[in-house]
Nanobody, 116 residues
Framework: QARIVESGGGLVQPGGSLRLSCAAS????????MSWYRQAPGRERELVAE????????NYLDSVKGRFTISRDNAKNTVYLQMNSLKPEDTAVYYC?????????WGQGTQVTVSS
């Protein structure tokens, strides 16, 4: 059974950093595109960053370019999101997503709060 578990969220001051991790199991991780989404209260879920199966193609939401970095380790079935220079507007629940040909798996999310 497919399972995705996010970790690494928390409370951080503006300008700080966090590293989110997403551990996957129960499916062939290395052939899936992986993404991070976020959803703030009262807002729709939005795509933050995505990485192709082999890591050769990466895309970011404009507002996080230059601050966030997505990466993956296919040997560990894990995808990461390094978040630097965090801003209050980055506050949201961050979700990890796996996708392949219409098949998609979601994690439960991890809360990131940026506040002084």
């Amino acid at each position: 059974q497919a399972r995705i578990v996010e970790s690494g969220g928390g409370l951080v001051q503006p300008g700080g950093s966090l590293r989110l991790s997403c551990a996957a199991s129960g499916f062939t991780f290395s052939i899936y595109s992986m993404s991070w989404y976020r959803q703030a209260p009262g807002r729709e879920r939005e795509l933050v960053a995505e990485i192709s199966s082999a890591g050769g193609s990466i895309n970011y939401l404009d507002s996080v370019k230059g601050r966030f970095t997505i990466s993956r380790d296919n040997a560990k079935n894990t995808v990461y999101l390094q978040m630097n220079s965090l801003k209050p507007e980055d506050t949201a629940v961050y979700y990890c997503n796996a996708a392949l040909h219409g098949i998609t798996y979601w994690g439960q999310g991890t809360q990131v709060t940026v506040s002084s």
